[in-house]
């Protein structure tokens, strides 16, 4: 997707966002979820996240509620979060890195909300799901091992580590049936990935290389009109920083005629690669000025060429 900003100034910028495979894997599974509990009928709340996933042993739920949504509103914000905050995440680690990162913020948010909700009155307990949650800690993990030390929201700027504080005050109000605590352990799980805490679970460059050449991941690459991201360093370059290579003639490039051409008193045009050249009118004559110098004045049609002569009295 391109975008084209307009400055003050008249420049225009343009921003490319990249719709990568992780993002729509996801989109895809809580449309597919979505889909199931709708013809089925499956009771509300059946995979949201609460005390119920301790007390019951519903550890499954720990994973699903991400997929989980209620309502198509719900569903629909939330695929549009999830795409347009978590593409930055991916880039960083790759594809399938990000399915595998995914999945741990899923399960270390969904553990630790459920043992708070454990804590609380029966009365004050609210059940998280959606997307929300585990994309506010994906935006958290790209903002830990960021090294630009401000970021830009809607045009205006905010030092990174404070952004995933500010989208999850956004989120919060704007999007329907996010649940704060939820939001809040969320953004703080982030971090704690992004800063290394957990660096024993991330997957290694070369498994994840390794992984891409797999069934089903390696069906990944064939999704028409996403960027599958590779986990190798060179490469991801390669996808997301295509080198350009300018046809000839592309651009402006200035010729310069050779000299015989310039001083020709033929008042006809030549060509000189490609460009036609305009000799002066009425040719370079020197006119001769008090004191030994001499000038020569000529307009042409790109400019003036002046010829100075200077001697010594005789």
Known sequence: VTVRHRKRDGRIFTSIYLITSGGVVVVLLSCVL?????????????????????????????????????TAAQLLLNAAALLFLCCGAEKGVGTIRFLLLFLLLSATTGLLYSFLDLLQDANMRSPADGLIPVTLSCVAVAAARSKMPRSFLCGLSFPTMALPFALLVVCTALIPRSVLPCNVIAVLVGLAFGSGWFSLLDMSETRATVLEKVIPFRFLKTIRGVTFVPASVEERRKTL?????PSPGSYPVQSYAPLSSIHSTHATATMYEGWQNFPPVGGSVPVAAPGGHNHGHSHGHFGQSCSHSHGLHQ
């Open 34 to 70: 979505f889909a199931i509990q709708t013809s089925f009928s499956l009771s509300d709340g059946i995979f949201s996240l609460g005390a119920d996933a301790l007390q019951n042993g519903h550890v499954h739920v720990l994973v699903v509620f991400p997929f989980y949504h209620r």
């Open 241 to 245: 920083l295509p080198q350009i290579n």
